[in-house]
């Protein structure tokens, strides 16, 4: 098991940045690869970004490129993901996910996932 717990979320105004937090306990955290996703009211769960289980890959959603970066420090067991030049559009609850390295499934997909977080709420204000 997995337990993952977000943070960083709030309210900030649009061209501002934040940093969501990742914190991971219970299995060895470097035996996973880190996702994140978004979910804003009425639409599906999407993809936002996501991080090998090394640090050594990252992929990325085209709306969030150039903007939000993925990392993450298997020493303290923590991922993370900044976010830069928000826009209103980017309001979501954002969920981070523990997907098995090396498991043959997709980064894009929600169901290749193994462990979520409880999500944490930003809201981008124009």
């Known amino acids: 098991q997995v337990q993952l717990v977000e943070s960083g979320g709030g309210l900030v105004q649009a061209g501002g940045s934040l940093r969501l937090s990742c914190a991971a306990s219970?299995?060895?955290?470097?035996?996973?690869?880190m996702g994140w996703f978004r979910q804003a009211p009425g639409k599906e769960r999407e993809f936002v970004a996501d991080?090998?289980?090394?640090?050594?890959?990252?992929y990325y959603a085209d709306s969030v490129k150039g903007r939000f970066t993925i990392s993450r420090d298997n020493a303290k067991n923590t991922a993370w993901l900044q976010m830069s030049s928000l826009k209103p559009e980017d309001t979501a609850v954002y969920y981070c996910?523990?997907?098995?390295?090396?498991?043959?499934?997709?980064?894009?997909?929600?169901?290749?996932?193994?462990?979520w977080g409880q999500g944490t709420q930003v809201t981008v204000s124009s």
């Open positions: 219970g299995r060895t955290f470097r035996s996973y690869d």
């Open positions: 991080i090998t289980w090394n640090g050594g890959t990252t």
């Open positions: 996910a523990a997907r098995v390295w090396n498991s043959g499934t997709n980064y894009y997909t929600r169901g290749s996932y193994n462990y």
